[in-house]
């Protein structure tokens, strides 16, 4: 027979929190014996320490309540969902806590490591240094806002640029910036720009893409807004395109 003290002692709690299972009606409330202290029984350390799991699991104790008294089939059920929410939990954590490690060695919490290792690469590849931070910000935006599309855009792009052909066309996009608007170069590459692009993906749009939504139609905003020819070449482009 235990005092509340022992009987805490043993789950690993304070007897505050043993007095609180007890007004909650988790746990049985014994009688005072005839010195006129309750006492506890191996049944009530277990009790305890099922109470003391749940709840360190995220369940909440009305929930606690319920599961002390289901049925064996409900309590596995329970038992189960509680078990993958958990999961989803610690992976969340370990997402979190790789963010923070990339915080404090002064990296993007934003950007996937594999997407800075790319933006890294760029002026290796030819282009500016005006393009790598005007990709850079739209890639953080796109992964801000819209992380899943993002990263079937940016794989795509990625693969793009493994291609010859298609890094060729990205480049000339980069030196185009300081172009008259008029310039017979813009409509030159934006019919390369159409070509390359129907080849690549027929009629269809360009993956994780959906050109009528915010983030989307706020980045090219900003593309259109950095250079008169870069704007003049997206309305090239978009009216080949629709026809």
């Known amino acids: 027979m235990l005092t509340i003290g022992r009987l805490a002692a043993y789950a690993g709690v304070t007897t505050k929190t043993v ?7 988790l746990l049985p409330e014994p009688a005072r014996d005839a010195a006129g202290y309750r006492r506890y029984t191996g049944r009530d350390v277990a009790t305890l320490l099922e109470i003391r799991t749940l709840t360190q699991a995220g369940v909440p104790l009305a929930a606690v309540r319920d599961l002390l008294h289901a049925s064996p089939e409900d309590l596995s059920d329970a038992l189960a969902r509680i078990d993958q929410d958990l999961g989803e939990r610690i992976r969340r954590l370990r997402t979190t806590r790789a963010a923070l490690r990339r915080l404090a060695a002064g990296e993007s919490t934003i950007l996937p490591p594999d997407v800075t290792a790319h933006l890294d690469l760029l002026p290796q590849l030819g282009f500016t240094s005006r393009w790598t931070e005007l990709v850079t910000d739209l890639w953080v935006l796109a992964f801000a806002t819209q992380p899943g599309t993002a990263r079937a855009l940016f794989d795509d792009q990625r693969a793009m ?23 017979p170069r813009i409509a030159a590459l934006a019919a390369r720009i159409v070509a390359a692009t129907r080849a690549r993906y027929g009629d269809g749009a360009l993956p994780g893409q959906d050109p009528a939504s915010e983030p989307s139609a706020l980045s090219q905003a900003t593309v259109n807004a950095t250079s008169p020819a870069w704007k003049r070449l997206d309305t090239l482009i978009r009216a080949d395109l629709a026809r």
Request: hydrophobic share 35%.
């Open 19 to 25: 007095r609180v299972y007890h007004a909650k009606g």
């Open 161 to 183: 640029l493994e291609d010859p052909d298609h890094l060729a066309v990205f480049l000339e996009y980069d030196r185009v910036h300081d172009l008259d608007p008029d310039d």
